[in-house]
Structure formats: structure tokens, C-alpha cells
């Protein structure tokens, strides 16, 4: 395994913008705001020839018991337990605090290596404070601008012995499952030994945070009374009856006109990016307020995006008449969601721990038949079978003659009709075809992609010609 290296430090140092400089992408949210981040967020970083996971982590505050703030920094202080090297920051443009000085301590007795990072040292105005950072008794600073990229050759020369000596020979071969951002190649086969992105997704205080922590059965994220605690999207990786899977869990999406707050909108985009890297989505939908507008626009969205769905109702210990509430909310579901019609729907409690194992199995069905292929001979009698039952209508009294058919891809699966006049073919008739895709080969509850083409594409059109 690669070594571990926490980022701490006090808020508003600069903590998300060198883990960022780390991982090479813009992983982490970046405000001129105190207190951005709050979950810890690991990464895979890369500095010169050097690779490790670093964490980034909530400011270090001292606050009451009970509050945000402290379950923040409980947060952190797991993060310093579970790290091989910690990165203390401070701010050189404003020195060394008390709060600097209180926090170092605790950096000290955790017995793990330290070293002083005094951030933002660019120029005169950062060099006094890079200096005053040695009263903290960590030895001489490594002055950096994680925001300008200065400094990296020195944090490098710095970490480098410390991340030789916990390497072993081993971790050469180590085979690294990828970065929060990898992309899904809607080509590639379904590879078992790669872990299966799954992300959860919601209004906010769904409680996606409380259900991720009770599937892997670890207080691994913040979770809270308040709304919407979760800022960025953090991936947490799991292993479920051995198959390996990767969890991202989000910030809650609130419609779009309620949002005015830059962060709420950092956070939005933040939890957008991981549904378009997830191949299943779960949309965690509160049982006792179900359906409401914008869990509806969020389905559709992880529809046109083309991606596996499970909707979740969380929170069904609170449900009363539950076999009539869920026949309720199927037909309801099957009436305000029919581009998803058959989509898999669970019950579940996050907080209690019921129907954890039936989330799991119906997102390792919509995985499979999000991956679904169908053969083009079986294609093309299961379209010679809807031609005989309801032919293409005639328009403008020319009649549209369906020739071939096949798949063009799958994640999701992708579906190539040629026809004599695609321009012409009612839209009604197309939501018949796949309509029929989806009985014929059961496709239920995943989008489906359907094109129509036009010209003599069969290859089999000219076989009699091609013969004379």
C-alpha cells in the first residue's frame, strides 16, 4: 500500500489548494472562506518521482463537545491517527498563532513525523512569517506557494526519505484502482478485479452520509443533524461479498434557484462530476417527503447522463402502513419517472441498518444490465417480431420500411435501427421500439440510447445482388 500523508493544519491555510497541487487536479473545493472543507479526502498524489495517498482534512479549531465543529475535527484527528507522514501548515503571511502553537502540540504527540509547511511564502511579505514558524520546534520550515507551485523541490526533498523508508519493494507493483475523476469508458468490458463507482445522491439531510457510513461500518464521514454538512464529494472504498467498490458520497442538491451561495454551488458541481464518473447512481430519496421536484429532476439527470439507477427510500422505519405507503410510491414512481420505467427501488434505514443487502443486490443488477449486450441476430428477430405486430406508420403515403438492427454500445446499452426514412419516423413509434428493447431483453430501469439511420446500411441488403 502507498504511504499516507495528512494535510493539517488550522483553517483557511491553504490545505485544499496544496492537496490539489498534489493530486494534479481540482479535486478539493477552494474558497477564501474559513472552514471549506470538513470530511477527510484522500488522494493519489504524484511529487517528482514520489507517490502516496495525501488527505486532506478540516481546519484544526478548538470548539465545544457535541458542536460541527468538533465532530470536524474529530475527523482530522483520525486522519493524523491513521497517517504515516503529517504536513503541518501554516499561513507565513500571518505567522504563527496560538491556535498555530495549540495544534502543533497535538501534531507532536501523535508520534508520527512532522513537517513544517509555512504556505504562502511568495515573496517578502511570506518571508518573516516562514521564519517565525521554527518557534513552533518542528525544525526549519519548507516555505512553499502551494497556489503558485513554489517550493515543491523542497517539500519533495523533505518527504522523499520519509516515503523511501515506509516503501517496500512490493508497492512497485502495487496496482493503483484510479483517482476520484477516472473516467468511464463506455467501451471497455466489465472488469471484476476494477472497483465498481457508485455514487449516492440526494436532496440535502437525505442522509446519504449516515447510510455510506453504515455500509462500510465506520464513522468514515461527517454526519449531523444540520443540513448539508457534506461540502465536497468524497470517495471511500469498500469491499462488499468481495467485490470492491468504490462509494462517493455528495453534497445534497437543493434546486437550482434556492442556490446562491458560491460554496452550495462548488459543491453542487462537485457532486455533478461524480455522477458523470459513477456507472451506478443511487438516488437516496427521503421516505416520509418521497418525490418531490427535485429528486425527479435529479433522476433525470443521471438518465440523460446515461448512467445506472437505484432509487433508495431511506428513512422507511418512520413510514407508517408501509405495504400500502410502498405500493403508493411504486405506481407513483412508474407514473412521474417513465424514461426509467422498471427503474430497481428499495427500502431502507440508514441509521438502523435494514435493507442494506437489498441496496447492494439491486445495484449489482442495474450494473449488469447497464452493461447488457444483445446479439444483432437476436436484435433483428426481435425486430422482425414488432414490425409484424405494429408496422411504422405510412407518412405522407409513403410507408417507412425498418431494415437492421444492432447494438452500437453498452454502459448504457445503445441500440441502431436503420430505416428507409428516419426523418419521418413518429416519435411514438420510437418510444414503442424501446419500449419492446426493454420487455424483450429485460433492460428494465436503465436508460436507453436509440438512434435512427437512414441509407441502405444492412449489410446483407446486396447480398442477392453481390451473388450475381
Known sequence: MRPVVAIV????????????????????????????????????????????????TAGLEESEADSLTARMRAQTEEAIRTADVVLFLVDARAGVTPVDQHFADLARRSDKPVILVANKAEGKAGQSGA?????LGFGEPVAISAEHGEGMSTLYEALRPLIDALQSPEDDDDESFGTDTESVDVDAPVDPTKPLRVAVVGRPNAGKSTLIN???????LLTGPEAGITRDSISVDW???GRKIKLFDTAGMRRKARIQDKLEKLSVADGLRAIRFAEVVVVLLDATIPFEKQDLQIADLIEREGRGIVIALNKWDLIEEPEKAWRDMREECARLLPQLKGVRMVRLSGLAGDGLDGLMK?????HQVWNARVSTSQLNRWLEGIIARHPPPAVTGRRIKLRY??????RPPHF?????RPDALPDAYMRYMVNGLRESFHLEGTPLRLSIRGGSDNPFHNKDDRKK
Not at 521564519?131 to 518557534?135: F, G, L, Q
Request: aromatic content about 8%.
Open 9 to 56: 493544519g488550522r483553517p483557511n491555510v491553504g490545505k485544499s489548494t496544496l492537496f490539489n497541487r498534489l493530486v494534479g487536479k481540482k479535486l478539493a473545493l477552494v474558497d477564501d472562506t474559513p472552514g471549506v472543507t470538513r470530511d477527510r479526502r484522500p488522494g493519489d498524489a504524484h511529487l517528482g518521482d514520489l507517490e502516496f495517498t495525501i488527505v486532506d
Open 131 to 135: 521564519w517565525d514558524a521554527y518557534s
Open 214 to 220: 453504515r455500509l462500510i461500518g465506520q464513522d468514515r
Open 239 to 241: 469491499e462488499w461479498q
Open 362 to 366: 439491486a445495484i449489482m443488477e442495474a
Open 405 to 410: 438492427a444492432t447494438q452500437a454500445k453498452t
Open 416 to 420: 441502431i435501427v436503420f430505416c428507409s
